[in-house]
């Protein structure tokens, strides 16, 4: 894979997930990434040891960095990290919000030093906003964003998404803003400021069931697996298995209850004619598919999904994704020895990315000392 972002220099004052799922992607397209830790480590070192005695998070989001650890109130620990500052073309940072500014290494103050400096600030909250000093972690924000109210099924109340999707989300778009801003840079000659908070990725993604509830006046409901905009849309019994089908047009509908249920008459009922009708009556439509589907063989349908294009999948255990058909994993290296990961999605020029090692906690100190520290 092209390392389309060597040379570029990314100096991280992070830690959890969020900063470090954004610059793992910088790291894997090839840029040198400094992450700076604290003399105990970034804490996400500690959040579990099932990667061969090493934490999940950590393995999965740290690869290709340098670790250096750094003491920013002491002297020559700044005048390090300035010296790094000098170089870079990015400055990324997660702290609790206003320590940076206190460290003198806030963004208007790095701008006005390093007009080419990219800076990226990521807080839970947007600046300008009352919560804005709040610390703010994963899953306080799915909860305050309304995320969880949607999430599980009404007998269940409101759930986490099984994942920390406001912090990947939320790197996902630090990572797309700082491309953005190279790119612009490439133009202009000019760095760029960059702030996300956590609630407003949250936010963006919530905009279907908040224009459902400010315009439609519908809270929108809990549904497990079940699609709240689409029907039939979900999990049904077949004789011998479960299985996920998603219908997603006019056309796949009478497909579906023709050829695949064999019922001319649903296909013709007018009170399914559209998929504004077959949501609004979810309950009937999945009775009447359920009753069609549950004596069939699971091999039976699934062959006739196939044969008419029809979208559907199985409910997978974590531990039936380790094992699944699809999914390709890559070795990364680990101070514990390599450790098997999902691999990353994209694929260039029929590659996927190289998998860069691991760091140790403070692995970097002597190199980066000696490359950028007093005296140097």
Same mark, same amino acid.
């Given at each position: 894979?092209?390392?389309?972002?060597?040379?570029?220099?990314?100096? =991280?004052?992070?830690? =959890?997930?969020?900063? %470090?799922?954004?610059?793992?992607?910088?790291?894997? =397209?090839?840029?040198?990434?400094?992450?700076?830790?604290?003399?105990?480590?970034?804490?996400?070192?500690?959040?579990?040891?099932?990667?061969?005695?090493?934490?999940?998070?950590?393995?999965?989001?740290?690869?290709?960095?340098?670790?250096?650890?750094?003491?920013?109130?002491?002297?020559?620990?700044?005048?390090?990290?300035?010296?790094?500052?000098?170089?870079a073309d990015i400055f990324i940072q997660n702290l609790a919000p206003g320590a940076t500014t206190?460290?003198?290494?806030?963004?208007?103050?790095?701008?006005?030093?390093?007009?080419?400096?990219?800076?990226?600030?990521?807080?839970?909250?947007?600046?300008?906003?009352?919560?804005?000093?709040?610390?703010?972690?994963?899953?306080?924000?799915?909860?305050?964003?309304?995320? =969880?109210?949607?999430?599980?099924?009404?007998?269940?109340?409101?759930?986490?998404?099984?994942?920390?999707?406001?912090?990947?989300?939320?790197?996902?778009?630090?990572?797309?803003?700082?491309?953005?801003?190279?790119?612009?840079?490439?133009?202009?000659?000019?760095?760029?400021?960059?702030?996300?908070?956590?609630?407003?990725?949250?936010?963006?993604?919530?905009?279907?069931?908040?224009?459902?509830?400010?315009?439609?006046?519908?809270?929108?409901?809990?549904?497990?697996?079940?699609?709240?905009?689409?029907?039939?849309?979900?999990?049904?019994?077949?004789?011998?298995?479960?299985?996920?089908?998603?219908?997603?047009?006019?056309?796949?509908?009478?497909?579906?209850?023709?050829?695949?249920?064999?019922?001319?008459?649903?296909?013709?009922?007018a009170r399914f004619a559209t998929n504004v009708l077959r949501v609004r009556q979810r309950e009937?439509?999945?009775?009447?598919?359920?009753?069609?589907?549950?004596?069939?063989?699971?091999?039976?349908?699934?062959?006739?999904?196939?044969?008419?294009?029809?979208?559907?999948?199985?409910?997978?255990?974590?531990?039936?994704?380790?094992?699944?058909?699809?999914?390709?994993?890559? %070795?990364?290296?680990?101070?514990?020895? %390599?450790?098997?990961?999902?691999? %990353?999605?994209?694929?260039?020029?029929?590659?996927?990315?190289?998998?860069?090692?691991?760091?140790?906690?403070?692995?970097?100190?002597?190199?980066?000392?000696?490359?950028?520290?007093?005296?140097?």
């Amino acid at each position: 894979m092209t390392d389309a972002l060597e040379g570029i220099l990314v100096i =991280a004052l992070e830690q =959890a997930v969020a900063v %470090p799922s954004a610059t793992c992607k910088l790291a894997d =397209a090839g840029a040198r990434v400094i992450k700076l830790e604290r003399l105990e480590g970034d804490f996400a070192r500690g959040y579990d040891d099932y990667a061969k005695g090493l934490s999940s998070y950590f393995v999965w989001l740290n690869r290709g960095k340098e670790s250096c650890r750094v003491d920013l109130k002491q002297d020559d620990d700044r005048a390090m990290v300035e010296a790094m500052l000098g170089e870079a073309d990015i400055f990324i940072q997660n702290l609790a919000p206003g320590a940076t500014t206190r460290l003198g290494l806030g963004a208007a103050e790095l701008r006005a030093r390093y007009p080419r400096l990219i800076t990226c600030d990521v807080s839970g909250y947007a600046p300008g906003t009352p919560h804005h000093t709040r610390k703010a972690y994963d899953l306080l924000v799915q909860a305050e964003s309304g995320l =969880a109210a949607i999430t599980g099924t009404q007998d269940s109340g409101p759930s986490r998404i099984g994942i920390s999707i406001a912090d990947i989300a939320t790197g996902q778009a630090a990572y797309a803003a700082i491309l953005e801003a190279l790119l612009r840079r490439a133009k202009t000659g000019e760095g760029s400021a960059i702030q996300l908070s956590l609630f407003d990725t949250l936010g963006e993604l919530m905009n279907v069931p908040y224009l459902t509830r400010r315009y439609g006046g519908i809270e929108p409901p809990r549904l497990g697996l079940a699609h709240p905009s689409i029907a039939p849309y979900g999990v049904f019994a077949t004789a011998d298995g479960n299985l996920l089908v998603s219908i997603q047009s006019e056309r796949e509908w009478q497909i579906f209850a023709r050829e695949v249920l064999g019922s001319t008459a649903l296909a013709e009922d007018a009170r399914f004619a559209t998929n504004v009708l077959r949501v609004r009556q979810r309950e009937v439509v999945d009775a009447q598919v359920q009753a069609l589907l549950a004596q069939r063989p699971f091999a039976d349908v699934t062959a006739a999904l196939d044969r008419y294009a029809i979208a559907y999948g199985t409910v997978s255990s974590v531990g039936d994704l380790i094992t699944h058909p699809a999914a390709t994993t890559l %070795p990364v290296d680990t101070p514990s020895g %390599p450790v098997e990961v999902l691999a %990353p999605p994209v694929i260039v020029d029929g590659q996927r990315v190289r998998m860069r090692p691991v760091p140790t906690l403070g692995q970097h100190d002597d190199a980066l000392r000696a490359e950028f520290g007093i005296g140097r």
